[in-house]
């Protein structure tokens, strides 16, 4: 009975462990992580490079920290297809987050989060 007692507890803690380090892992559930992931499933880094800093198209960083909120939400939401900037407005994986995308990259703008990191994770 000790040794079945001493078995499941010991199933029980490493149980535990597993979960709180898989909980360790997992991105943060905040609305910046979640624009974070919508950018990387958009691909945005295909063209902006990365960081988003630029590579065959300009900064999106740059742009946030020289742009207001609106002309930002605009540039992404209508593009600019001559420079073959595709527009996003109709997409739902990023026009239902275009609010946090634009304070995930105000927040790599100002320093408040940094490249490569998930927005809300330590």
Known sequence: MITL????????????????QAQEQAPAQTPEADAWRAV???DCA???GKDHEGLAAPSIVGFARTQSRE?????????NPPMSMPAY??????ESRIDAI????AGR?????APGAIPGRQ
């Open 109 to 113: 703008a100002d320093g408040s989060i």
């Open 46 to 48: 295909r063209c902006h």
């Open 71 to 79: 002309r930002f939400i605009a540039a992404v939401l209508d593009g």
């Open 89 to 94: 407005r109709g997409n739902p994986l990023i």
């Open 102 to 105: 634009y304070r995930y990259f």
């Open 40 to 42: 990387r499933a958009a």
């Open 5 to 20: 007692l001493t078995t499941a507890a010991c199933v029980f803690g490493i149980s535990l462990i597993a979960q709180a």
